[in-house]
């Protein structure tokens, strides 16, 4: 079974452009989670979302957007790209939406490289 | 003060040695994860869990939920050991939680042959 896919792998913007990246989960999971990893730092929470609502946001500002589909792959917006948005991209997958104590593990994609100049 | 703190931030070993990574958080957690990130950027879980001790091969990892505190340690270390191993925490906050991962720096790896 396929894991976890990303696309593009690498992905080269200038400043102001705009971007989307695409998440495509393991079959059978309906949550996508969305995190940026900056050289050198562990990643940050971006988004999460569930059967297509948004069900967590992380300290990101309003240039960052992000949906899912009825197929539940989603994807992550960007706007008015800035240097400092130059990251690692990852989305993880996972069965659920974690709720009451419950917990379902996240699987991770190879994540998109973003290179803003 | 992060949420989640790791120690050491690097760590080279040479071929065969015991190797520990420890990871300290501050909030209620579900669950915690370790990771390995390889150069090029590709996440894998290598665990998930909420209490006690967990063996995969030469992989153990242990978690102390009273002492917020989770060590991995890694037996027989190889060359092809070498990444940054993550820590990442699922917070419980009253009683519900979301699946917001919140990650250490990580702790790079390094074991010579």
């Known amino acids: 079974d396929a894991g976890v896919t990303q696309s593009p792998t690498h992905l080269i913007k200038t400043r102001g452009q705009h971007v989307t990246l695409r998440c495509s989960p393991i079959?059978?999971?309906?949550?996508v989670s969305w995190y940026q990893q900056v050289l050198g730092q562990g990643p940050q929470f971006i988004f999460q979302?569930?059967?297509?609502?948004?069900?967590g946001r992380g300290n990101f500002p309003d240039r960052f957007s992000a949906r899912q589909f009825p197929n539940y792959s989603s994807e992550l917006n960007v706007n008015a790209l800035l240097l400092g948005d130059s990251a690692l991209y990852l989305c993880?997958?996972?069965?659920?939406?974690?709720?009451?104590?419950?917990?379902?593990?996240?699987?991770f994609g190879p994540g998109t490289r973003l290179t803003v100049l | 003060k992060n949420e989640v703190e790791q120690s050491p931030q690097n760590l080279t070993a040479q071929e065969g040695e015991f190797i520990t990574i420890n990871c300290s958080y501050s909030v209620g957690i579900s669950a915690l994860h370790w990771l390995q990130q390889h150069p090029g950027g590709g996440i894998v879980s290598l665990f998930m869990?909420?209490?006690g001790k967990k063996k995969h091969g030469r992989l153990i990892a242990t978690i102390n939920i009273q002492e917020k505190h989770s060590s991995l340690h890694i037996t027989a270390s190889h060359p092809r050991d070498s990444a940054v191993y993550i820590c990442a925490v699922l917070a419980n906050a009253g009683g519900t939680s979301y699946g917001k991962l919140t990650f250490g720096q990580g702790t790079i790896l390094t074991v010579h042959p």
């Open positions: 869990l909420s209490s």
């Open positions: 979302y569930y059967e297509k609502e948004e069900r």
């Open positions: 079959s059978g999971h309906k949550s």
């Open positions: 993880a997958s996972s069965l659920a939406w974690a709720s009451s104590g419950s917990y379902n593990e996240q699987f």
